[in-house]
């Protein structure tokens, strides 16, 4: 695994080890990340540059990296896991500056609070597939106040999910086993 694009193009990420696959981290994979940043960058989406990042169930931290990497202004990244918050540290500690731009949550998505900051423009959620988790922890980061009106959620999951209230479906990929569903959250 690897940055993209940016700042930190090129940059190695932290290595999944054995023990960490048997935490159930699988980071999404360069082909497809690669891909959606390019959909996003040259979709009809808000810009990535300058985005404040949300991203839920974050695991190794990839995918809002990435947007840093790309000009994002700002990343929280939720997760619980203690092996994915170690990688997602590691992660932090490869590229620099990224520290100044990140706050981790060691914390469940599907819980996450009221948010004490702005809301997020570009949201990512990678939940463990086929329990139900996307759906709770986007219905509680709306509630909770951490996406704004009109922000652009990227949806990862084994199937396609149906959007939850507050969010309308823009596009559906899938690339492999992977699906990908992008959804904006309902403007008031």
Same mark, same amino acid.
């Not at 979709?43 to 990435?66: C, K, M």
């Not at 914390?107 to 759906?135: C, H, I």
């Not at 396609?160 to 309308?168: E, F, I, N, R």
């Given at each position: 695994? @690897?940055?993209?694009?940016?700042? /930190? ?6 290595? *999944? ?24 960058? #040259? ?7 300058? !985005?404040? *990042? ?5 695991? &190794?931290?990839?995918?809002? +990296? ?11 990244? *939720? ?14 500690? @490869? ?10 949550? $060691?914390?469940?998505? &599907? ?5 004490? =900051? ?6 990512? +959620? ?10 709770? !922890?986007?219905?509680?980061? +709306?509630?909770? =106040? /951490? ?5 652009? *959620?990227? /949806?990862?999951?084994? $199937? #396609? ?5 507050? +969010?309308?479906? @823009?596009? @559906? ?16």
């Amino acid at each position: 695994m @690897r940055i993209i694009s940016g700042r /930190w193009r090129g940059t190695a990420l932290a290595p *999944v080890g054995a023990g960490d696959e048997a935490a159930r981290l699988r980071p999404t994979a360069d082909r497809v990340r690669e891909s959606l940043f390019n959909l996003l960058a #040259h979709g009809d989406y808000p810009a990535i540059e300058g !985005a404040r *990042v949300l991203d839920l169930f974050a695991g &190794t931290g990839a995918l809002g +990296l990435e947007a840093l990497s790309r000009g994002a202004a700002a990343a929280t990244f *939720v997760e619980s896991g203690r092996p994915a918050l170690r990688l997602l540290e590691a992660n932090l500690a @490869r590229l620099r500056g990224a520290r100044d731009l990140a706050v981790v949550l $060691a914390r469940d998505a &599907t819980r996450p609070g009221a948010n004490p =900051g702005a809301p997020a423009s570009l949201v990512f +959620l990678d939940p463990p597939y086929g329990r139900g988790l996307g759906e709770r !922890a986007l219905a509680a980061a +709306l509630a909770g =106040g /951490w996406i704004a009106p009109g922000a652009t *959620v990227v /949806w990862e999951e084994g $199937a #396609h999910p149906s959007p939850p209230a507050g +969010l309308t479906l @823009r596009d @559906r990929r899938q690339y492999g086993d992977t699906m990908i569903s992008i959804l904006e959250a309902t403007r008031p």
